[in-house]
């Protein structure tokens, strides 16, 4: 049983450009949220989608965008990037929406932006 | 706001020794807690997570909830080399599908 993978694992890009991230959740799991950390931090919310919707949001700009695909994988593409968006982006599913489901982590995508 | 707070360390113990690591939540209404492992360059990895009703105890780790104080706890018994990681905390206010992180701690076991 495949856990939840993500790709690519590393990513380097410039100012400006624009980068798509890509989650597969544990099989079973219908719910995908998005994850930032940045080093020596803890993982921020970005958001959760759910039925192929977001559900809820954290605080970031509109630059952060995702999708969700019938089979329950999900994007994030972050436009205009800057150099505070370097950090390892990490994707967590879970088998429903409720908080108290266990969510587990990918191995993240570490993406250095110069 | 809620807040969840961890003092970052780095924490350091003797091999055998037993670990103690803390996190204060600001939400009373707080109801399930979670606890992660990070090694470092790597995703955090969930070790334990209890809610509000109780302590729970696997293996060599214990996690322990002070409701009045709130602050959960997690004790690691015979920390060995292998466990110096990052800890994340986690908490999940009631009513909420998204739990807050801590900044983590930094664990080191020495042998």
């Known amino acids: 049983d495949a856990g939840v993978t993500q790709s690519p694992t590393h990513l380097i890009k410039t100012r400006g450009q624009q980068v798509t991230l890509r989650c597969s959740p544990k099989s079973g799991h219908d719910t995908v949220s998005w994850y930032q950390q940045a080093l020596g931090q803890g993982p921020q919310f970005i958001f959760q989608?759910?039925?192929?919707?977001?559900?809820q949001r954290g605080n970031f700009p509109d630059r952060f965008s995702g999708h969700q695909y019938p089979n329950y994988s999900s994007e994030l593409n972050v436009n205009a990037l800057l150099l505070g968006d370097s950090a390892l982006y990490l994707c967590?599913?879970?088998?429903?929406?409720?908080?108290?489901?266990?969510?587990?982590f990918g191995p993240g995508t570490r993406l250095t932006v110069l | 706001q809620k807040e969840v707070e961890q003092n970052s360390g780095p924490l350091s113990v003797p091999e055998g020794a037993i670990a103690s690591l803390n996190c204060t939540y600001s939400d009373r209404g707080s109801q399930s807690f979670f606890w992660y492992r990070q090694y470092s360059g790597k995703s955090p990895e969930l070790i334990m997570f209890?809610?509000?009703?109780g302590d729970k105890e696997d293996g060599r780790f214990t996690a322990q909830l002070n409701k009045a104080s709130q602050y959960v706890s997690l004790l690691i018994r015979d920390s060995q080399p292998s466990d110096s990681a990052t800890y994340l905390c986690a908490v999940l206010a009631g009513g909420s599908y998204i739990p807050t992180f801590g900044r983590g701690t930094s664990l080191i076991v020495h042998p």
């Open positions: 967590a599913s879970r088998p429903g929406r409720r908080g108290t489901d266990t969510q587990y």
């Open positions: 989608y759910y039925e192929e919707e977001e559900r």
């Open positions: 209890i809610y509000s009703n």
